[in-house]
């Protein structure tokens, strides 16, 4: 008798077939979550820049401004429109695509706290690869957040 032992070439065919066919299956997929993750990360540190710049304006007590960049995938956080005190480029694709109107490429925090465009709500929205999007208010309060 002999011992057979190890796959003939069909079984594993068979079972490289059945790993590509989940791999189309689930590669979509993953792509999306993906993006989906990096843009709300970037939303999250966005908002989280937006928050220390409003403590830093209150700590300070002086002018704190988040200003865009140019081509709209980053931005700075600086003091009194002088020194900037942290620069961040977004990742993944992920890019600002609506910025607040009264003040153009500006988000900026008095020395109390409150927005220095206390006449509106300022919102920035922000996009990834797919256009999903994701928006960041910030109220005449100073009080910044995701909207429901």
């Not at 709209?72 to 003091?79: A, H, M, S």
């Not at 961040?88 to 153009?104: Q, W």
């Not at 988000?107 to 109390?112: E, L």
Request: proline letters at 2%; aromatic letters at 6%; glycine letters at 8%.
């Amino acid at each position: 008798m002999r011992c057979k032992s190890g796959f003939t070439l069909i079984e594993l065919l068979i079972v490289v077939a059945i790993f590509a066919i989940f791999a189309t299956i689930g590669t979509p997929a993953f792509i999306h979550w993906r993006n989906n993750a990096s843009l709300r990360g970037n939303a999250n540190n966005l908002k989280a820049d937006l928050e220390l710049a409003k403590l830093r304006a209150m700590q300070e007590n002086t002018s704190v401004s988040l200003i865009f960049d140019n081509n709209y995938r980053g931005y700075e956080v600086r003091i009194n429109g002088g020194n900037t005190i942290q620069k961040v480029s977004m990742t993944g694709g992920v890019k600002v695509n609506t910025l607040p109107a009264a003040l153009s490429d500006t988000i900026q925090f008095n020395g109390r706290g409150l927005s220095a465009d206390i006449a509106t709500t300022q919102t920035v929205t922000i996009v990834n690869s797919r256009n999903d999007e994701k928006k960041i208010i910030v109220n005449r309060l100073g009080h910044i957040s995701f909207p429901e």
